[in-house]
């Protein structure tokens, strides 16, 4: 799960998780150019990045979990270690805050992780259309552009259904990448 | 997680390289990596430390490093070198799904969708 910050994400977690979305942090030590004296080290700033996430049993030994980082999307070392392993990659929108989502989209492109475009309706509104929301972010014809309701366990469901289908076709179409 | 044939239950580690220092962990545990706790007789529990009795506790049913973490409430750093200890000594399992070139292979995504499907 990515996009721009409070565009539903830990909602659209929490409407399929079998548990209260929990969150994980992770420490980045980011030592700054220059000497870097073991003791006292000025330039040396850590960071705090969270990880939310939810969990979903699909069958007895079979469980999805699904994993966004809250707010902006500065630190992308987390996704790193997700990307390896992962199915795919939702990256939800509000259409009227398009941008918020660019750093995402780049992000998986790079990753050649297949991912689709899910469009959070506010109050079960769309504004823009799926051919806008797509020519709006240049995606390629084959990235799926759909509507969803972050609120709504069957929307978030069909989202995740449409996601895997995709990841599938991909496979098909192109083998390993995409 | 089992293999695709159902069949087995061995541990699936992700091999890590050794760099040196006690910091490295000695597997690459992801976020996602599955651990579960091997039962233990009564009298071995009283040579846990009080965060590995916490996770032996968590782990009777299989939970995700990251779930570790958070009902922990320990950095995913922390909480990895204390799973991969564990692991080390044999008082957890972990469990890798089937990986073909680091993606989930076909078999795993067709139970997912039909997973997802049922729900
Ligand atoms: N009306 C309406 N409100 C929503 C919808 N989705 C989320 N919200 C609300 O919007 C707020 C932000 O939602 P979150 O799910 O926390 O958003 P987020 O993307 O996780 O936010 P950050 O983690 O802070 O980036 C919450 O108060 C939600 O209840 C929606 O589809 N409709
Ligand atoms: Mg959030």
């Given at each position: 799960m990515a996009g721009g910050f409070g565009v539903g994400k830990t909602t659209f977690v929490g409407a399929v998780s079998e548990i209260l979305p929990l969150t994980t942090e992770a420490v980045m030590t980011d030592a700054s150019?220059?000497?870097?004296?073991l003791g006292l080290t000025p330039n040396k700033t850590t960071t705090t990045v969270a990880m939310d996430f939810g969990r979903l049993s699909l069958d007895q030994d079979l469980i999805l979990y699904l994993f966004g980082t809250p707010g902006q999307h500065r630190f992308w070392f987390m996704w790193d270690d997700l990307?390896?392993?992962?199915?795919g990659a939702v990256v939800l929108v509000d259409s009227r805050r398009l941008a918020d989502c660019f750093p995402a989209i780049d992000y998986f492109e790079e990753a050649q992780l297949p991912f689709l475009v899910a469009m959070n309706g506010?109050?079960?509104?769309?504004?823009?259309s799926e051919d806008e929301v797509r020519e709006a972010l240049s995606l390629p014809p084959h990235v799926p552009v759909v509507r969803t309701d972050a609120r709504s366990r069957d929307a978030v469901k069909s989202t995740l259904i449409s996601l895997v289908e995709y990841v599938l076709t991909v496979r098909a179409a192109y083998g390993r990448t995409y | 997680m089992r293999d695709r044939d159902g069949t087995e239950d061995e541990p699936l580690f992700r091999p890590y390289a050794v760099t040196g220092g006690r910091a490295e962990p000695r597997y690459h545990l992801a976020m996602e990596t599955l651990v579960s706790s091997v039962a233990l007789k009564s009298n071995d529990y009283s040579l846990l430390g009080p965060e590995q009795e916490s996770i032996m506790m968590l782990c009777r049913t299989v939970r995700s490093v990251a779930e570790i973490s958070a009902l922990l409430r320990v950095p995913l750093g922390v909480a990895r070198v204390l799973i991969a200890d564990m692991a080390d000594e044999g008082l957890v399992r972990l469990h890798m799904p089937q990986l073909n070139q680091g993606q989930p292979d076909l078999n795993l995504l067709e139970r997912v969708l039909s997973g997802l499907r049922r729900l």
């Open positions: 150019a220059g000497i870097d004296d990307v390896r392993g992962a199915i506010w109050e079960g509104q769309f504004l823009h | -």
